[in-house]
Each structure stands twice: as C-alpha cells, then as structure tokens.
C-alpha cells in the first residue's frame, strides 16, 4: 500500500510560478512510476506530467510543455512540480499518483492516489 500527500497549492496570478510536492510513504518509491493529473470544475480529470521510476524519462502533456516540470526525489520519498508561467486555465484540483508502470498517462494506468490539492489561478 501507497499513501500520497500533495502539498504546495495555493492562489497565484496569471504569470506567477507554485510548486507542488507529493510525498510518499509505505512502498518503495524509486520503483514508482509518478505522475500528476488535474480536474477542473465541470471537466474530466487530465494528465499534466509523469516520471520514469528511474527518474530518466519524463513526458507532458502539450498545453503544459515548456511551463512544468516534473522532478522526484527519491532520498525523500517526493515527487514535485514546479508550475510557471501559470494561466488561468491551469485552474483545477491537482492529483499526485503512483504506478507500478513506466510512464503512464492515463489515469487506469495509476494504483494510489493523492486527496488533491487546490491551484487557482488568477488572471
């Protein structure tokens, strides 16, 4: 079993950077694949980011590239992403997953989840 604790959300204009961290417990972590998703009032949840277990492969998705990145830290348990250059449309509840997989991007692909954390973005 995985526990995940997202941390680091908050209120930032449009232009401002946050950094999110989720920190994991109960399991190896260097053997998990990480990924972040986000949900939107009204909308579906999506794919932001994901990291390779061996922290040598990252992917995103497009309307991020360039803006996030997404690192781990294996020594503590953690796994962030640092947002910039936000838009209002990055508004949304940000979700921290773990897979047994090497870089899914759909959520089926995800065994633990995080309760979420709050980024709102404003313009």
């Known amino acids: 079993q995985v526990q995940l604790v997202e941390s680091g959300g908050g209120l930032e204009q449009a232009g401002g950077s946050l950094r999110l961290s989720c920190t994991a417990s109960g399991r190896t972590f260097s053997s998990l694949a990480m990924g972040w998703f986000r949900q939107a009032p009204g909308k579906e949840r999506e794919f932001v980011a994901a990291?390779?277990?061996?922290?040598?492969?990252?992917y995103y998705v497009d309307s991020v590239k360039g803006r996030f990145t997404i690192s781990r830290d294996n020594a503590k348990n953690t796994v962030y992403l640092q947002m910039n250059s936000l838009k209002p449309e990055d508004t949304a509840v940000y979700y921290c997953?773990?897979?047994?997989?090497?870089?899914?991007?759909?959520?089926?692909?995800?065994?633990?989840w995080g309760q979420g954390t709050q980024v709102t973005v404003s313009s």
């Open positions: 990291i390779s277990w061996f922290a040598g492969r990252t």
């Open positions: 997953a773990a897979s047994f997989l090497n870089i899914p991007t759909t959520d089926r692909q995800y065994d633990y």
